[in-house]
């Protein structure tokens, strides 16, 4: 691991410490970036784990693998790893690496509050482990977490000692993540190089601005909602049960208040990403930079007030879900903007085709694609057809695997060579993005039939009339999942060594607002500046 | 470099055709949503083509732009980079046109669906109004005008009949050509019910009513599920709706009803109920109520649902079993079941569950007793 940052110290200052110290108690932003990383890409592999087991099980009709409640508990942590273990993480990451880096700061705003938000992770993984385990190692463990990632009670005050710990699992998450947008907030703000302004900011540093700006608006609001349900389920409060004058439904709306903005916190490092990929191998600057700013801004701000499409079902009043479903089908407003901008990008450039430009290319096509289902899915009495059905879980796995993972896929590939200081194998990497993408495709687009025929999501067993596409699903899972063992060899390797990278590979295709991290060779050294550089 | 990404543009074609050629090979496939059989969901049916139709339109325009891209603006093909694309009219207005372009589109869309949204919240006056109760797992539907309760769980078949989990021992039956009022709550944990041919789904919330409503245009039996997460039968609670014409419907009503007044007749009679009477009749009510959960063996699932069979409570004393059985235990997945059946039942199943497995009590538990422990 250690090779991946190896310090070039061509500066007088001291090296990293030697040996567990120099991670453990790192304050060094490309450190526990590195950190960061290898946490999300284990998590990948834990979380991948359970998606194949879920598969498995869907391969055909009646219950084979496990128990009911075992195969919800699953999709539960499915979900929890994926969302708050792997792509936050992961985003997180990159943000630590670039972003000191990309601005001219010598490291983050607040490198010991950065360990904190760092280690806090670990703890957390560990209590989502003991959720899964809890029911079968603690006598009247109860009911396994069978809940969905929603938590919704009353469902959720049944289920027996797991809730609790995947709650506190939750309240760390919460707190770390809290951190590091705090942090990475303030650094974006003051820690740019002179004449560094915020309209040359790199797009990813937008991006993780606004990210930073949601996650610190939100989360609280997910704490709370957890705490009310642990009081709730022991402390005989009744937030949540009519019985004692609460309302089940109050949960929906506290956790999709979060619940939505999250997906924005998903999407824009992703966005952030493209915005660097794509003019980068079109070879001409980023097509309405400012438009692109200032739409991720009107994301930010709408995304945080459309969340209750996510419950059409529940019996709101006509005005109030008339509100929400004209404020979802709104957001394809900015959202279209930022992909016709990548389009306009390529539109009169001169383009290549790297392994992060393929990403960024079916990432344009894919997300549109989940766009307008979204849009399908915005329209409430529609939706009162699609809703909790695996027409659902196709559309969000079409965001969120192109949206994010595919995107950090892209951003992996694009600095690697600036991470390691040696190109990744090129071939190898085309051979993965053409394996994932196609099993991709083959794993979720017959979701969408599966969905419109009927079949409701979180189910362990279905009826005969679903075997064939759950068949291709599954078939396109396993290859799918198989693929990302080449993803973790090509990152070995390229770790281990290769050909060296310039300090702007691909013949200094980085135009426009690229950021400075291509002023420093690959890898950067330890300490990147240590004077301020200016920017003209 | 280019036959390299011939050949895998090639292999995706092939593996999207594969997928599709596997797929028509099937005749009963269904790729769009499931064709409509009621006034309401003739009109969502619409409403989804419509959206389904500008969605193909614009990923058509999407892809076609950027294959052009991919084909014209090639660094291979010597293309040029146009640096100041960005500072053209175009460049300087596009923030301006496509919003537009796309506030257009959405407002055409949700103009047409506020309408249809409308259509879905009235509440006109009803013909019939049916109260839905979901439970774990099965459903509950009251004739609320009638007095008629149908119980309607889960039919058990073999993984390969093509009704595997679709089909119930008593559907909800509905005339057709009728104004249908659903009132949906829940007894322990949120549903959700709906059957996509016939009607829309609303979720059931315990200690909260929702309203819904259909009018079936077609005879016939219309299949749906649960479409809320409600636990370990979440699978394994389907929702079947029988419509039948008017005069079949009101004939089903009147023997409905006439079956309804003998049950509640022999339930309060004082007849003293031998042992072997009660257990057969207890066994129904067991496979009908309790059997999802703690099994024909008696023996629940461990861990998750306890064992009934050589348990505290139903090898205990009586008064301790009825207590459970009417008024549940919170919190968990055990129903209070006192408000679902009577006390004939009551008194059945509790007789049943003291005298199988490896119970062996002997008790003989009569209405009478049912009625003073509530």
Known sequence: ?536 | MLERRTACLAATLLAVVGCLGAAVAHADYEYNLTPPASTITQEIFDLHMLTTTIATIIMVIVTAMIIYALYAFRHSQGAIPDQDFHNNWFGRWAWVLVPVIVLGIDLSIASSASSTLSSVESHDKADVTVKVTGSQWKWTYEYLDDGIKVVSNLKKLEPTDPLYLRDVDNPLVLPTGKRVRFLLTSSDVLHNWGGAEVVPKKISIPGYINETWTNITKEGVYRGQCYENCGAGHAFMPAVISAVSPDKFEQWRAQQKSQAAQAAAEASSDKVWGKDELVAKGQEVYTKNCMACHQANGKGLPGVFPALSGSKIADGPVAGHLERVIHGKPGTAMAAWGPQLNDLEIAAVVTFERNSWDNHTGDAVQPKDVKAAR
Do not use: C
Request: a neutral charge; proline letters at 7%; hydrophobic letters at 55%.
């Open chain 1, 1 to 536: 691991m250690s090779g991946a940052v190896t310090a070039h110290d061509d500066h007088h200052d001291h090296g990293p410490p030697k040996g567990w110290q120099r991670w453990l108690y790192s304050t060094n932003h490309k450190d526990i970036g590195t950190m960061y990383l290898f946490f999300s890409l284990f998590m990948l592999f834990f979380g991948g784990a359970m998606a194949m087991y879920i598969r498995a099980e869907l391969f055909m009709p009646g219950v084979q693998l496990a128990s009911p409640n075992f195969y919800n508990n699953m999709v539960t942590d499915h979900a929890l790893v994926m969302v708050f273990g792997m792509v936050m993480p992961a985003a997180a990451g990159m943000a630590n690496w670039m972003i000191p880096m990309m601005i001219g700061a010598p490291d983050m705003a607040l490198p010991r509050l950065n360990n904190l938000s760092f280690w806090l992770l670990p703890a957390a993984a560990l209590m989502l482990v003991l959720s899964i385990v809890a029911p079968y190692i603690f006598p009247n463990g109860g009911t396994p977490v069978n809940t969905g990632w929603t938590l919704l009670p009353p469902l959720s005050k049944q289920v027996g000692i797991g809730m609790d710990f995947t709650i506190f699992a939750i309240h760390l998450l919460g707190v770390s993540s809290i951190l590091a947008s705090i942090n990475i907030v303030t650094t974006i703000l003051n820690m740019r190089a002179p004449g560094m302004t915020l309209m040359k900011m790199p797009l990813f540093v937008w991006s993780w601005f606004f990210t930073g700006l949601l996650l610190i608006a939100v989360m609280p609001v997910l704490a709370g909602a957890v705490t009310m349900l642990l009081f709730d389920r022991h402390f005989g409060t009744s937030f949540f049960d009519a019985a004692g004058g609460g309302d089940p439904i109050l949960f929906q709306h506290l956790f999709w208040f979060f619940g939505h903005p999250e997906v924005y916190v998903l999407l824009l490092p992703s966005i952030g990403v493209l915005g660097l990929v794509i003019p980068t191998f079109s070879r001409k600057p980023l097509f309405g930079y400012k438009s692109l700013v200032w739409g991720m801004a009107f994301l930010a701000a709408l995304g945080m007030v459309v969340w209750a499409h996510h419950q059409y079902t529940i019996g709101m009043s006509l005005a109030a879900t008339n509100y929400f479903m004209i404020g979802t089908i709104l957001i394809s407003i900015p959202v279209g903007l930022m992909l016709l901008n990548f389009i306009f990008t390529m539109w009169r450039g001169s383009m290549t085709f790297e392994t992060p430009m393929l990403f960024g290319i079916a990432i344009i096509l894919m997300f549109s694609f989940a766009g307008v289902t979204g849009v399908m899915l915005a329209v409430v009495p529609a939706d009162m057809q699609y809703h909790d059905t695996m027409f659902v879980v196709a559309h969000f796995h079409y965001a969120l695997i192109p949206g994010a993972v595919f995107g950090l896929y892209a951003g992996v590939f694009y600095w690697l060579p600036k991470w390691t200081g040696h190109m990744y194998d090129e071939r190898l990497g085309k051979i993965f993005f053409w394996w994932t993408t196609i099993s991709f495709n083959i794993t979720f687009f017959p979701q969408h039939f599966l969905g419109l025929a009927g079949m409701p999501r979180r189910i362990v067993d279905y009826s005969v009339q679903y075997t064939d596409f759950n068949m291709i699903s599954s078939i396109g899972g396993f290859l799918f999942g198989l693929s990302h063992l080449l993803f973790l060899y090509i990152i070995i390797k390229t770790i281990r060594g290769g050909e060296k990278a310039p300090a702007k590979p691909w013949e200094g295709a980085q135009i426009g607002t690229a950021g400075l991290e291509w002023t420093l060779p690959s890898p950067p050294p330890f300490h990147s500046f240590t004077e301020a550089p200016v920017v003209r």
